[in-house]
């Protein structure tokens, strides 16, 4: 049976914190695979800054996939397209099924979260079918305890069942799973970044080929980033 990540957001722009939690969840569980799927019509956040085909040329950049000598080692990142596919808004819940039909049953999905985004869990549209559709993995964040993350997933429905004692896996006994990666401490902000890059600023947290995608685009950002990349580009060689 194939496990496969899926990692979703707006992307806006992708960022180094995107890739390392997709590479933490990849060798924590061993996954066949990571879905990078850029929301196309996100309901709970601001329309994004970037349109969605920007948004997926940059994450094809981060992930080499423009370039096939610099791609990932083994191929395992990839970006999927579906949510430009189905009815919007993009619904997590609709995304699932769709993809649980394209890529049939002989696989295990794994949704990787954040922690903040776990806490608000029992606000997303159908979240029960949420837990019948995938198992979770929950990604730390530096300003949630790890004792909030154990009540949280502890207060869901169906009883979820640690495995014990170390608070990184829980199970209900209909085969739903939830993985807390409690080593991750991602404190990247993908709004700080468009900030920095509108004051001309240019990002060590974004790499450096996305960063050159930015500035022939003219995303987020005035005509200041033009002289910064001047003075700056030793950094995209």
């Excluded at 903040?116 to 029992?122: A, C, R, Y």
Aim: some cysteine.
């Amino acid at each position: 049976m194939r496990r496969v990540g899926l990692l979703g957001g707006t992307f806006d722009p992708v960022h180094v914190g995107h890739v390392a939690i997709a590479e933490l969840a990849l060798e924590a569980l061993a996954l066949d695979e990571v879905l990078f799927i850029p929301a196309a019509d996100p309901p709970h956040k601001k329309r994004p800054i970037a349109g969605y085909e920007h948004r997926v040329a940059m994450l094809e950049y981060a992930l080499g996939c423009q370039d096939k000598v610099t791609g990932n080692e083994k191929n395992k990142f990839c970006v999927s397209l579906i949510e430009s596919e189905l009815s919007l808004p993009s619904y997590t819940v609709d995304t699932l099924y769709e993809l649980k039909k394209r890529l049939g049953d002989d696989l295990k999905l794994y949704f990787i979260i954040g922690a903040d985004s776990l806490l608000e869990f029992h606000l997303w549209y159908r979240y029960l079918e949420l837990l019948t559709l995938t198992s979770f993995i929950v990604v730390a964040r530096p300003a949630i305890a790890n004792a909030e993350v154990t009540k949280a997933i502890e207060d869901l429905p169906g009883s979820f069942i640690p495995q014990s004692d170390t608070n990184k896996c829980w199970q209900r006994v209909d085969g739903a799973e939830i993985v807390y990666l409690s080593e991750s401490k991602q404190n990247i902000s993908s709004s700080i970044i468009r900030r920095q890059l509108a004051a001309g600023k240019l990002p060590g947290t974004v790499n450096s080929r996305v960063l050159q995608y930015i500035n022939t685009h003219g995303l987020y950002i005035h005509n200041t980033l033009c002289t910064a990349q001047q003075q700056s580009n030793s950094q995209f060689n």
